[in-house]
């Protein structure tokens, strides 16, 4: 391949105790969470909005956030939470819902946008939009400064503590540490979410032809493919979730062979999947009872990337430490949601291996396994903590705590854990974990 020798001078345009980068639910917590404890902190994000998959990205809905006896992200969690309903109550809608792995919610991606921004200002947090992190620049076992790309120009930022929160473990990669990634056919395929109106949601309900867990939805598709009407197979459809008394979020289709690292790959799945939903669009009006005026209003402007590299930490949490609900002396937090490993290929065979894994993962009412902080600790670098689903864990774990309750989770350690070791003067990998879980119980988590 040719290439280009490039040098100039870039300025440090940007200096904080805490650098964020990547604004989606672990980034957020992070943020908030470091500027609580009194560093200046600073948030950056390529796109133009907070909550990354949550927001941009259109996910419908908010995955397991209770074991059935506790309530599992407290702290930021809470404060998010209990946002969101008041502003679904505020609007007459019964926006919770409980689903066959869990207790869940609709996500309603307005309201979280403003509830983000309105935590991140409340605690002082300095946002930078259209910022796309281009580069680190490294020396021995820390991190001295990040380069980005925005409308102004090159900059860079420095602080004393980083944290990568930006899905594709994307800082840690280019800072040298280690990491996995599967093949692009052996990944989990992303979907690009959707936004519908028009649904008589009262007589979709009552058809119960909802997704892969109904036989009726299962023949409607196996139809659909043999006809054309749908020209790309996928049997895992995992469906529509109310988000409002007017408005339906829609989980479905997925892009196969997609590499999350690469921009081409990135590009043609994003073709494909609006050419998909499309698709969609036509097959739910002409089968689907309810949604014979539905139309669909927004798609996401982010693709739904489910799993990208994972980073080599101290500790990788394995589905061994999930099944046994391990107990960690470092622990920062417990969560439970079922493996949820979508399938890599499109067939019904996969689709029924998926849902067997599901079933047979749930962990019993009031279990759940805990996170260390030693997950959140990349090898050789001592100023940079891991937040959201690129932690150190293995696939079967990462299919678990990749959701946003575990995003909230694992931000809201990473961020306290910055803010403290800025103010002790050590490193990350140095800091008093008691001092860290005592923050944390003082916040009700459940250690």
């Known amino acids: 391949m040719k290439t280009v020798r490039f040098s100039t ?123 796309r992190l281009t580069a680190a620049i490294t020396e021995d076992d820390r991190i001295r400064q990040v380069l980005f790309v925005s409308p102004g120009g090159l900059f860079a930022a420095e602080a004393g503590v980083f ?130 005026k539905a139309e669909i209003i927004d798609c996401g402007s982010l693709l739904g990337v489910r799993e990208s590299r994972r980073i080599q930490c101290d500790y990788m949490l394995t589905f061994t430490d999930y099944k046994n609900c391990q107990d960690f002396e470092d622990g920062i937090g417990r969560y439970n949601y079922p493996a949820d490993l979508h399938p890599a290929k499109p067939d019904r065979q996969s689709l029924e291996e998926h849902k067997k894994l599901m079933r047979t993962s749930s962990l019993p009412k009031g279990k759940s396994y805990g996170i260390p902080y030693r997950s959140l600790l990349p090898v050789g670098k001592d100023n940079l903590l891991m937040a959201g689903r690129c932690i150190g864990c293995d696939r079967l774990m990462h299919s678990s705590v990749r959701t946003i309750p575990g995003c909230w989770i694992t931000g809201q350690s990473a961020g306290i854990a910055a803010a403290l070791a800025v103010k002790n003067g050590c490193s990350c990998r140095s800091i008093d974990i008691k001092e860290l879980q005592n923050r944390l119980q003082e916040l009700h988590v459940l250690l």
């Open 163 to 292: 944290v990568d929160a930006t899905g594709d473990g994307t800082l840690a990669a280019w800072s040298d540490v280690p990491f996995e990634l599967a093949p692009p056919d052996e990944l989990m395929p992303p979907t690009l979410c959707s936004i519908w109106t028009g649904v008589d949601w009262e007589t979709y309900h009552k058809a119960k032809v909802f997704s892969h867990d109904t036989d009726a939805m299962l023949e409607l598709l196996d139809k659909a493919f043999e006809t054309g009407e749908i020209t790309e197979m996928d049997y895992h459809h995992t469906g529509m979730f109310r988000l409002s008394n007017y408005l339906v979020g829609a989980n479905i289709t997925h892009a196969y062979g997609v590499d999350p690292s690469d921009e081409l790959s990135l590009s043609r799945a994003l073709i494909r999947n609006r050419r998909n939903v499309a698709q969609y669009e036509n097959f739910y009006r002409k089968h689907i009872k309810g949604f014979e």
């Open 9 to 131: 001078d870039i300025p440090v345009r940007y200096s904080a105790d805490v650098c964020v980068i990547g604004a989606g639910p672990a980034g957020v917590s992070a943020a908030v969470s470091a500027a609580r404890q009194g560093a200046k902190v600073l948030l950056f994000d390529a796109h133009t909005m907070p909550g990354g998959m949550s927001t941009a990205g259109r996910v419908p809905t908010l995955m397991t956030y209770s074991d059935g006896v506790h309530f599992l992200p407290e702290g930021f969690g809470r404060d998010v939470f209990e946002r969101m309903q008041s502003m679904a109550e505020a609007l007459d809608f019964s926006w919770q819902n409980t689903t066959p792995w869990g207790f869940g919610a609709s996500l309603n991606s307005w309201h979280v946008q403003n509830i983000y921004e309105e935590l991140l200002t409340a605690a002082g947090v300095e946002v930078l939009y259209s910022c």
